[in-house]
């Protein structure tokens, strides 16, 4: 056996008798980039190889979303439960904003995508925080792909944050608690200013939230496979689109 064998990707060949059209394209998708320590153990090597390979295919799939004209891409890179694991590992998810702006940045800026984050971005490590809002200062012009990481995210303290907010805002400032309504308190979300996900996507076979994006995913499309992530492709993100595109949202209507 070849000892590259272990590297080789084993994408998925997709038949290509699915179309996605172009209008009807979720201006906002979602991502739980599950599977990387599976991935890896399956090919007896260390899980932080499972977030290498997965670093790339997040660079694929920002490709893919630019081409059909995904406005808003919001993927889940690190959650606020994710420092429960041990801390090389840890300390290896910190580092790789670093490597893939390294890598890719100067792609990301010719493409017109803009970066940013969701979650607490002080609670990040210093190296992390200066190599992602270099990327955000150069970027914050571009119009086209939102290319949006969630780190150090947790939806329940961001629905907390915001009530805590809301309670300041109230008694410092004009709002009442008759003003307060839906819209007026997703602005005091991470994601202030940005429309709810269309299309929630998770790989690796689990179908549950882990704590993602709780409120603004209320009405979104979920679409699951058991892909991993570092094995997921154009193609079945393709797929995911076509799949989404027959859907019938009917936001509680008839
Ligand atoms: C979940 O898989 C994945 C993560 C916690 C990390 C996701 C990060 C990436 C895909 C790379 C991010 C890239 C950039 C550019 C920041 P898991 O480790 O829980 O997999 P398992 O369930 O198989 O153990």
Known sequence: MSMKFPFFRTKKVTDDSFKVEETNI??????????????????????????????????????????????????????????????????????????????????????????????????????????????????????GLLLNFALNYGSRFEIMRAIKQVYTDIEETELTIDQLDEEIFSEYLYTQGLSDPDLLIRTSGEQRLSNFLLWQLAYAEFWFTDVLWPDFSEEIFKKALHDYQQRKRRYGGI
């Not at 893939?100 to 190296?127: A, Q, S």
């Open 26 to 143: 979720p201006r906002h998708v979602a991502i739980i980039m599950d599977g990387n320590g599976r991935w890896a153990k399956k090919r007896g090597l260390p899980r932080i190889a499972g977030h290498k390979e997965g670093m790339n295919v997040v660079k694929e799939i920002v490709k893919a979303a630019t081409y059909y004209k995904v406005e808003i891409l919001t993927l889940y890179a690190f959650s606020t439960e994710n420092w429960k694991r041990p801390k090389s590992e840890v300390e290896f998810l910190m580092k790789l904003p670093k490597e893939f702006l390294h890598t890719y940045l100067p792609e990301l800026i010719e493409k017109n995508v803009r970066i940013d984050t969701i979650g607490e971005f002080d609670g990040l490590p210093i190296h992390t925080k200066e190599a992602i809002q270099n990327a955000k200062e150069q970027t914050k012009d571009n119009d």
